[in-house]
């Protein structure tokens, strides 16, 4: 997190929001070092935090705000610009949403809107820290596309659009699996098929349709991607008049996934 605002957005003029957006303002306009806008910025956020985030979280977070606002002030500040403002901030976003994703795994944040998007998800529970740091950091874009132009501002969203998939991403780790409902006359060939070749469970139901009033069975399974492929090509064998499902299942744990701690 300290190598994409050093290394990239700085020297591009590209405010991705947060505290290191404000950094990069205040050293472009004032000449204020970034580590020194980084450490001034988070002072009230940990006054209020304090309060509001349990011992352990709030002094995760203490440590990366310190080792971050010491990161910014003591990293090198090497120029590994391309000159291609896609690819330079393509890969600057990538760094920053890995080390973005990684801290937050832990419940942590490195400070600025980081925690604050963290004690907004406290109250905010069905909206996710990603995508309220994302409405956090587009207000300080339109702050520094007033300074740095439109076009570096509209760069600054694509980044900005970039850090938060692949943090989410990095969140959701390897947890995501693949939600199958198939409807069909007879369900015994997919469900032995399903059980023997994948290696998964299947639940069967009854169910009744609104508009022909036929019965006929629905399995629900949950797979990886890579299953449902399988699984969709042996259905097509078996039933073409099939009627399948498919939905993205953000986490799946216990049995044959992850451990449920």
Known sequence: MAIAPLWYFERMGIVTGGVTGLAIIAKKTLGVPMWITNCVANLP????????????SFIRTLYATIVLTVLLGILPEYCLITGDYIVDVAFGSVIMGIGLGLILMTYTSSGGSDLLAVLLNM??????????????????????????????GIYAVIAIYIIERVSSRILEGTKKATQMCIILDDEIAISEYIINEISRGVTVIQVKGGY???????????????EM????????????NAICFIGDIREAFGEGFTNIG
């Open 45 to 56: 956020l940990f006054v209020i935090g304090y309060n509001m985030l349990d011992k352990a």
């Open 123 to 152: 109250k905010l529970k069905h909206i996710e820290i990603p995508q309220i740091m994302a409405i956090i950091d587009t207000i300080i874009v339109v702050i520094g596309a007033g300074i740095f132009g439109l076009k570096k």
């Open 212 to 226: 022909s009033g036929q019965t006929k069975k629905m399995i629900i399974c949950v797979v990886s991607s890579r």
């Open 229 to 240: 492929i399988k699984i969709r090509q042996k259905l097509a064998q078996i039933d073409k």
